[in-house]
């Protein structure tokens, strides 16, 4: 089993930033994706970022030049640095792991709320 950890979610004013980790524990080994998933209020769940094994990296437009994703493979912990917030930012923050074959595994979430 893997168990996923997000943080650094909280309340921050727009333009702001914030650093989201996701650490993993457990059975890790062949990890072949980590991304950033949100959900806002009334909306589909959507991804935010993701980077591969190979180091390969997507974004969505919408916070494409903004985010960065990272990652720390001695800690087991994938980023999500986050700039230039704005209000339609406001989102519980999921990451997700593949690990080879096909084993799929969520975090709890954190929630990141950007308002004045």
């Known amino acids: 089993q893997v168990q996923l950890v997000e943080s650094g979610g909280g309340l921050v004013q727009p333009g702001g930033s914030l650093r989201l980790s996701c650490a993993a524990s457990g059975r890790i080994f062949n990890i072949t994706f980590m991304g950033w998933y949100r959900r806002a209020p009334g909306k589909e769940r959507e991804l935010v970022a993701s980077i591969t094994s190979g180091g390969s990296t997507n974004y969505a437009d919408s916070v494409k030049g903004r985010s960065t994703i990272s990652r720390d493979n001695a800690k087991n912990t994938v980023y999500l640095q986050m700039n230039s917030l704005k209000p339609e930012d406001t989102a519980v923050y999921y990451c997700?792991?593949?690990?080879?074959?096909?084993?799929?595994?969520w975090g709890q979430g954190t929630q990141v709320t950007v308002s004045s």
């Open positions: 997700r792991h593949i690990l080879y074959p096909n084993y799929i595994y």
